[in-house]
């Protein structure tokens, strides 16, 4: 089984600064996805980012990117200039081949003004 | 909005109640979902449902009872719960492919339903 961990409890940044996101997973398979989801107070899961492993480049949404180091099998978000709309829980999420989506335990962001 | 509701957003329920958590999906998927959300512990992958057929139980107990009538309503049945099943109860939907790349199978979540078992 697929263990995704997240090393950071809570992180806060200041309003148009940069934080970072730590995940790292366990895995012998080749073949395999990344995302990172964004649940806020609504509670609405949303999908931020993606990333396939066969790809090198780091997935980049607007002021969402990666940092996927595939051999260290660590894939952090960072999130550039720092908006109070992205206050919320972060999840790093393992899909493997067959579908299956393993989370870690979540990285509350709280943003300051 | 993800195109998935669920219903309803909050629930308190007694130990002896019975009652049903609903899910529907507009999307046109046809894999659906139930996880549980615990407080500090990583989403816990209860049910998959394919093309309404159940095809994935981790290891759920009885006392909840999934129903998937057709390919955009799911249904979380309840009875006799525990204390310890208060939680967040996500419904996610994906449309997952029948052979190929699964590089399109992305979830979508619904807000959930925060249970509270008295």
């Known amino acids: 089984a697929q263990t995704v961990t997240q090393s950071q409890p809570e992180m806060s940044v200041q309003e148009a600064e940069t934080v970072t996101l730590s995940c790292t997973y366990d895995?012998?398979?080749?073949?395999?996805?990344l995302f990172w989801y964004k649940q806020p107070p609504s509670r609405q899961m949303i999908l931020v980012i993606r990333q396939e492993a066969y790809k090198q480049q780091n997935a980049t949404e607007n002021r969402f990117s990666v940092n996927f180091q595939k051999a260290a099998k660590s894939f952090s978000l960072k999130i550039s200039d720092s908006q109070l709309g992205d206050a919320a829980m972060y999840f790093c999420a393992y899909r493997s081949a067959l579908g299956k989506l393993s989370f870690g335990a979540g990285t509350t962001v709280t943003v300051r003004a | 909005e993800t195109g998935v509701t669920q219903t309803p957003r909050h629930l308190v329920m007694g130990m002896t109640n019975k009652k049903s958590l609903k899910c529907e999906q507009h999307l046109g998927h046809n894999a659906m979902y139930w996880y549980k959300q615990s407080a500090k512990k990583p989403l816990e992958l209860m049910f998959v449902?394919?093309?309404?057929?159940?095809?994935e139980n981790n290891s759920v107990p009885s006392r909840f009872s999934p129903e998937c009538p057709n390919s955009s309503h799911l249904f979380l049945h309840l009875h006799t719960l525990q204390p310890e099943d208060s939680a967040l109860y996500l419904c996610?939907?994906?449309?997952?492919?029948?052979?190929?790349?699964?590089?399109?199978?992305?979830?979508?979540f619904g807000a959930g339903t925060r249970l509270s078992v008295l």
């Open positions: 895995t012998s398979e080749s073949d395999y996805y």
């Open positions: 449902y394919n093309f309404k057929e159940q095809t």
């Open positions: 996610a939907s994906s449309q997952r492919p029948a052979s190929g790349s699964a590089s399109k199978n992305i979830q979508y």
